[in-house]
């Protein structure tokens, strides 16, 4: 009986781990349709080989696929920060007797900025953030 009870368990664990799986090999085909806004909508074939955007090039393939595997390290350090940031900026607000603004300007710098790497950043079009800025500062 515990060994059919240890092969349930088994079979139940290699499922999860292969829906994981499976939800990490869809989840980027739908962000590179998301990332798909500057294709010209009057054009039914956007397959235009000159076209730097092109989605459906091997360098677009690459540099998405590269993203994705920058995105996994860089993104846990983002997390592992902004949480740290939250978790230092309530212990300032609350050794501050509530300031804010303290808090704040902890906060602010630590959970904003970029999580995910984009193509854009690799290419250079947009500046990647980790440490978060205003609005107004960012570049486009």
Not at 85 to 101: E, R
Request: aromatic share 10%.
């Amino acid at each position: 009986m515990s060994t059919n009870r240890f092969l349930w368990v088994q079979v139940r664990r290699r499922l999860l781990v292969g829906a994981a799986f499976c939800a990490l090999l869809v989840l980027p085909g739908e962000s590179v349709q998301a990332h798909g806004d500057d294709i010209s909508e009057t054009s039914p074939s956007y397959s235009n080989p000159s076209s730097p955007s092109n989605l459906s090039s091997p360098e677009a393939a690459g540099r998405q696929a590269a993203c994705w595997a920058l995105t996994l390290p860089y993104g846990a350090a983002k997390m592992v920060y902004a949480i740290g940031g939250g978790i230092v900026g309530g212990f300032a607000w609350a050794v501050t007797g509530g300031n804010t603004a303290v808090a704040k300007s902890i906060w602010v710098p630590s959970m904003t900025g970029d999580y995910i790497v984009q193509p854009q950043h690799l290419t250079g079009e947009k500046h990647l953030y980790f440490v978060g800025v205003s609005s107004e500062s960012r570049q486009p």
